[in-house]
Nanobody, 115 residues
Framework: QVQFVESGGGLVQPGESLRLSCVAS????????MGWYRQAPGEQRELVASLTPGLGTSYGDSVNGRFTISRDNAKNTVYLQMNNLKPEDTAVYYCNKAPATTWPWGQGTQVTVSS
């Protein structure tokens, strides 16, 4: 069964950066469209970035120009580089297949942006 382990979150001030990592249990990141999602308190989970093998990347309007998704096939890992973080980026971040998935969700990694 596919499993994801996210890491790299933390508490940062506005304008700072974080790099999230997501390790998948199998060799899937090179074959499937992978995405980073986030869920803020009281909100639904939303897809913020996705990466299609051989085609490129896509970003939500709120993060476009600030976030970059990438992958390392050899490490079965997907990354999310987040720059110029804003308080509204505060959420638990998850990775999974995109744009829809029936695979189980990992525990996520908490990102808190606050001064």
């Amino acid at each position: 069964q596919v499993q994801f382990v996210e890491s790299g979150g933390g508490l940062v001030q506005p304008g700072e950066s974080l790099r999230l990592s997501c390790v998948a249990s199998g060799k899937i990141v090179s074959f499937f469209v992978m995405g980073w999602y986030r869920q803020a308190p009281g909100e639904q989970r939303e897809l913020v970035a996705s990466l299609t093998p051989g085609l490129g990347t896509s970003y939500g309007d709120s993060v476009n120009g600030r976030f970059t998704i990438s992958r390392d096939n050899a490490k079965n890992t997907v990354y999310l580089q987040m720059n110029n973080l804003k308080p509204e980026d505060t959420a638990v971040y998850y990775c999974n297949k995109a744009p829809a998935t029936t695979w189980p969700w990992g525990q996520g990694t908490q990102v808190t942006v606050s001064s």
